[in-house]
């Protein structure tokens, strides 16, 4: 055998580190996951109603109802919800944040900022946690995974305020256009109204989640592929129960008659709540760490060294 060549372990010599899944699986399953996610869009597109949509029977208060059911209740402050879901021995630590609709002032300059501010915090509190000399060995993790950004169903096209906050948006997180209260269009007026929308993110270079990048393989590009096709999803939200066909289910009645949330044919709610919760929540984790969160540090880092070695230019 040839020098510096590691000795070849014979087959009955078994030594049992392929538990290490096991291992890793028990670790995590006893720590839990943590999952934040911000609702951002104009005034009244439904942000509140869909949240209780998505997350409705962990909502639910102690008297058994809907623990945001008041008829009005305009948002009004930046309001992070925490909630702890248990499947099948999986903890899930769920911080749903709450914003104000944006976009009914007079003058609307700059009404994103508190936004973008509260995602940024979230990284500078997590970098501050991870410098400490004694830090924790797990670190409370607040930073947003992803920004479901509502669009206005207006069937035409996005309004300027939407494409700054886009791109506002896009720079420090996940993003995730959907088309809210879609029950207001038809589905070929959904149809064409999603086709122009990717237009125009196009136009304007808006990068959205998912990302490709060099170490996304084949299979990772299919499947974003598909995303980018359904992207924005268009959904439609609602905390209360309708009966159709004897059955007591959650939707809406309209003019036109009765939705059904949960059903595909009537809406892409299902296929929202799959892509978040199924298929891209531990994706939407780690892009947000490995993505935007290493864009923020290393920015903050050079910027603290810089100051360190010219202390008289101030931070
Ligand atoms: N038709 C229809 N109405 C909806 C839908 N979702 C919510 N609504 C209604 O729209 C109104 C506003 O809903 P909210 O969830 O409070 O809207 P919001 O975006 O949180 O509003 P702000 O907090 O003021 O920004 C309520 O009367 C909801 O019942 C939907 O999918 N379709
Ligand atoms: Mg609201």
Redesign the pocket.
């Known amino acids: 055998m040839a020098q510096g060549q590691p000795e070849e372990i014979r087959a009955n010599s078994y030594v049992g580190f392929e538990t290490i899944t096991r291992q890793i699986e028990h670790k995590l399953l006893k720590r839990g996951f943590q999952f934040n996610v911000i609702v951002v ?10 949240i209780n949509t998505l997350f409705a029977s962990h909502l639910i208060d102690s008297k058994g109802r809907f623990a945001s059911d008041e008829e009005v ?3 009004t402050e930046i309001h992070p919800v925490s909630h702890v879901i248990v499947e099948n021995g999986v903890r899930l630590r769920l911080n749903i944040v ?1 914003t ?2 944006y976009g009914d002032q007079v003058n609307n300059d700059n009404c994103w900022d508190p936004i973008i501010k509260y995602i940024k915090d979230q990284h500078s509190a997590y970098l501050r946690k991870e410098l400490t000399a004694m830090r924790d060995r797990h670190i409370q993790d607040t930073r947003i995974h992803c920004a479901l950004f ?1 669009i206005n169903p207006s069937g035409h096209s996005l309004r300027a305020i939407d494409i700054v906050v886009l791109k506002k948006l896009s720079e420090v997180v996940n993003v995730v256009p959907i088309i ?5 269009l038809t589905m070929e007026e959904r149809f064409a109204f999603k086709q122009k929308i990717r237009a125009e993110l196009i136009h304007h270079n808006i990068r959205l989640y998912p990302f490709d990048t060099e170490e996304t393989d084949d299979e990772e590009i299919q499947v974003n592929a598909q995303i980018r096709a359904m992207i924005p999803f268009a ?5 209360r129960t309708v009966v159709i066909d004897g059955k007591s289910v959650r939707g ?1 009645k ?1 003019r036109w008659g009765v939705i059904n949330v949960e059903d595909e044919k009537h809406c892409e709610f299902v296929y929202l709540r799959n892509f978040l919760t199924r298929t891209h929540l531990q994706d939407l984790i780690e892009t947000t760490a490995q993505i935007h969160y290493e864009a923020f540090r290393s920015k903050q880092l050079l910027a603290l060294k810089e100051s360190q070695a010219n202390p008289r230019a101030g931070p």
Do not use: I, M, W, Y
């Open positions: 869009g104009q005034t009244g597109l439904g942000k509140s109603t869909l209740r305009q948002t709450d104000p609709g509502f809210a209260k879609s029950d207001s959904v439609v939200g609602s905390e809406r309209n």
